[in-house]
């Protein structure tokens, strides 16, 4: 598939070259057109400004952006037409209704008002907001703002959007609502970016995502050869009392990356755990009595964890 | 007490969260006052005089400068001038001589110009008071006369000229106060993200918010000006003629609005700064009387406010008469229109769409 969005060796520091945060690091990833791609990783990780590097709002320090050719520093306009974005603080009109919202933005962005009314309506019958249309954005609950911000950012029919942070603040049924109505408009045709932090999000959603942390890519592929990638499973083991030396008990198991999450838990991953269950329960019982035992494949919390030491969320 | 020391540093600790809206809260009251000052509290009037040629004209100026307040302050600064007995501008006071049956009376005689009725009233009283004390010290039983001649064909009631003087603030508050309402608001709620991002000039985007504003601040013009028509029965000759006046005054003022935002970020100072700069530049404006009749200090002041450009183009269209020079006003109008919308867009371009 055709190359639509290409960010190569991308710098970008905030305060002063020596002493400044680098925020994000020698990053590179391309996007196909008509992907969803994640953006993921923790909170301060260089998700957004990411986002602003594309949009053009941010200047890099360093490396290559082009959007459907085009360089965002160089030719800012041609790229903002092209793309949506949706930022991570839903900025909606709140006194304004849904409607007026939306030729707010098509005043702004549409360069061809004829056919504006037929896709407002379109759009806000595909969020589910066109019996609220007239409605005071205020009385709007989180997740219909966000879905009113994704309607907005799709106005003027753009090729690429920008989804900062999709469901943060939203509810459940909100969650799956939006998620859903972003899967629809990807069977569209549109490709998405998607910064989150959110790894169920990035696994529902994604088809190819980039893990960063301190600005650099950690890991980029489909979350399931991320996960696949990892090659072992997951295991959690609960038992009284705890088992204090876990490579002495489990030694020649091949048993890697021992954490505790919480007091009492026992945190591990090994390659092939099914076929070692018998083992691990009577090695454990020999001394401890086993509380719970619990076999998972990996999540892309995992992928992370297994990368940086560290839990996505931390 | 130690709690309350406690509260108290961390009230003060929270200066930070809002140091724009401390800073013009402490200043601008400062800055009200110097410039007011320049009109209301001092009390002396400057008063041309024709230099005088007889021993009592002489006598009635020193007699000017002895009136003053009971603490000693001067209400008259006479300024002496040779007049030809051409028309003026503001006033001139001769001393002359009338001859009747009963002698020779000297008499002040004051012309005027563009000066309305309330000051007017001002500066006879204060010369009644001059020539009162010329009566006491040297004039013994004989008469003296003050006459008044307008230049003028008619008197200007001061309800019609406050009320048109009015005019300019009103366009000003509008738009200063809603263009700094409407764009800290994109600020507060985020939306400037959408004008940051537009695919189109910024020109469009800052022209299109700065003509809202000036067409609001007609609409808030109009309902004045019905109001003085109701109430005074004075309407202007052209009702197109008076919009084009305060265009400029509400395109300056608009400006103001919105560069106090680009520069605090937030509503509150940016309201203050439109409303306090909107009331100063009204009373520095001819608020209460035409410049020239102050004179002075405040008359060089106001020179360089739009307001006073504006009500001096207004006065032909409410009053018949023109008065100043229209087409410096206008130059001026339209230079300072073009200078605050240049700092705008310079201004936009800097805080809205730099590229951190």
């Not at chain 2, 003085?228 to 395109?251: E, N």
């Amino acid at each position: 598939m055709e190359s639509v969005l290409s960010v190569r060796s991308v710098t970008r520091r905030f305060g002063n070259r020596s002493g400044g945060l680098v925020a994000v690091d020698d990053l590179s990833f391309e996007v196909r057109q008509g992907e969803l791609f994640g953006l993921l990783g923790p909170n301060g990780a260089g998700k957004t400004t990411t986002l602003n590097l594309i949009t053009g709002l941010l200047g890099r320090h360093g490396g290559a952006i082009t959007v459907l050719g085009y360089d965002p520093e160089q030719e800012p306009r041609r790229v903002r037409r092209r793309i949506g974005l949706v930022p991570q603080e839903t900025n909606v009109y709140t006194d304004l209704s849904a409607l007026d919202n939306l030729w707010h933005h098509a005043a702004l962005y549409c360069d061809d008002l004829s056919g504006v009314k037929a896709r407002i309506q379109e759009l806000l019958t595909l969020v589910n907001l066109w019996e609220r249309r007239k409605d005071p954005v205020r009385t709007f609950s989180g997740g219909m703002k966000r879905r009113l911000a994704l309607a907005r950012a799709l106005l003027h029919e753009p090729e690429i959007i920008l989804f900062d942070e999709p469901t943060m603040g939203v509810d459940v049924q909100g969650r799956h609502a939006l998620w859903a109505h972003i899967s629809e408009l990807q069977a569209r045709g549109k490709t998405f970016i998607l910064s989150t932090n959110d790894m169920a999000e990035a696994d529902a959603l994604c088809d190819r995502l980039v893990i960063i942390d301190h600005g650099q890519a950690i890991a980029l592929d489909t979350p399931e050869n991320l996960k696949t990638d990892l090659g072992r499973d997951i295991v959690l083991l609960r038992t009284t009392p705890e088992v204090a030396a876990p490579e002495a008990l489990f030694a020649g198991l091949g048993v890697q990356a021992t954490t505790r999450p919480e007091p009492g838990l026992l945190r591990f991953e090994v390659a092939g755990a099914e076929r070692l269950v018998g083992d691990l329960v009577s090695r454990v019982t020999a001394e401890h009595r086993l509380e719970s035992l619990r076999i998972a494949r990996p999540s892309l919390d995992d992928v992370f964890l297994h990368h940086t030491g560290r839990a996505l969320r931390e | 007490m130690r709690r309350f020391r406690r509260l108290l540093a961390n009230e003060f600790k929270l200066f930070r969260t809002a140091i724009p809206i401390h800073v013009v809260i402490t200043v601008q009251p400062t800055i009200l006052y110097l410039l007011m000052s320049v009109i209301l509290v001092h009390p002396t009037f400057d008063m041309h005089v024709a230099r005088p040629a007889t021993g009592e004209g002489l006598a009635l100026v020193a007699a000017m400068e002895e009136v003053g307040s009971p603490i000693g302050l001067p209400y008259i600064n006479p300024i002496l001038v040779d007049w030809d007995g051409g028309p003026v501008t503001r006033q001139v006071v001769v001393v002359e001589e009338q001859r009747d049956a009963d002698g020779v009376h000297p008499v002040a005689v004051q012309y005027y110009g563009l000066i309305d009725s309330n000051l007017v009233k001002n500066f006879r009283n204060r010369l009644t008071a001059a020539v009162l004390i010329l009566w006491n010290e040297s004039l013994d039983a004989r008469a003296v006369t003050v006459e008044q001649h307008p230049w003028l064909p008619h008197d200007v009631p001061y309800t019609v000229y406050f009320g048109m003087a009015l005019l300019p603030l009103t366009a000003s508050i509008a738009a200063s106060v809603l263009g700094g309402a409407l764009t800290a608001q994109e600020f507060e709620f985020g939306t400037i993200l959408e004008y940051r991002l537009a695919p189109v000039s910024p020109a469009w985007i800052l022209g299109a918010r700065l003509t809202r504003l000036v067409l609001w601040s007609l609409i808030a013009a109009v309902m004045l000006l019905v109001a003085i028509g109701l109430t005074t029965g004075a309407w202007p000759d052209s009702f197109l003629g008076v919009g084009l006046i305060l265009v400029p005054v509400g395109l300056i003022a608009g400006c103001l609005g919105v560069l106090a935002v680009l520069v605090f970020r937030k509503l509150i100072p940016a309201f203050l700064v439109g409303l306090v700069a909107s009331f100063v530049g009204w009373l520095l404006g001819s608020a209460f009387g035409l410049a020239a009749g102050f004179g002075g200090l405040y008359e060089l002041v106001s020179r360089f406010t739009p307001g006073t450009h504006a009500v001096e183009l207004l006065f032909p269209r409410y009053l018949g008469i023109e008065i100043g020079s229209p087409r410096i006003s206008v130059l001026v109008l339209v230079l300072l229109s073009v200078g605050m919308v240049a700092l705008t867009g310079l201004a936009y371009r800097w805080r809205v769409l730099r590229r951190a």
